[in-house]
């Protein structure tokens, strides 16, 4: 049997029935490392701009879930608040 691609995967991901909905914990978690894997990344996160344009971390694949609630960006801060400010995907090694 043939092996299925990350992107393949990440299509399935979509297209079947999901057990939670976007911005749970395990959904976020299921995307994320979903993400990563796409990507062939060591590590991934899902951040969110709030109304008063700070970014804050919903889930990482490399930290726990509460230590999450800790970080909070500026927009344009660091490479997460420069990849928000400029609505673009950045990469780094």
């Not at 914990?25 to 899902?46: F, K, M, T």
């Not at 344009?53 to 801060?77: K, M, N, P, V, W």
């Amino acid at each position: 049997m043939e092996e299925k691609s990350a992107f393949a995967e990440m299509i399935e991901f979509f297209r079947g029935k999901q057990t939670s909905i976007p911005g749970d914990p395990d959904y976020n978690a299921a995307v994320c490392h979903r993400l990563v894997n796409a990507a062939s990344a060591e590590e991934g996160s899902i951040w969110r701009l709030d109304g008063n344009r700070h970014l804050r971390l919903i889930y990482s694949t490399d930290i726990t879930q509460e230590q999450c609630a800790e970080f909070i960006l500026r927009e344009g801060e660091g490479i997460t608040g420069a990849a928000a400010l400029a609505l673009e995907t950045i990469a780094v090694n």
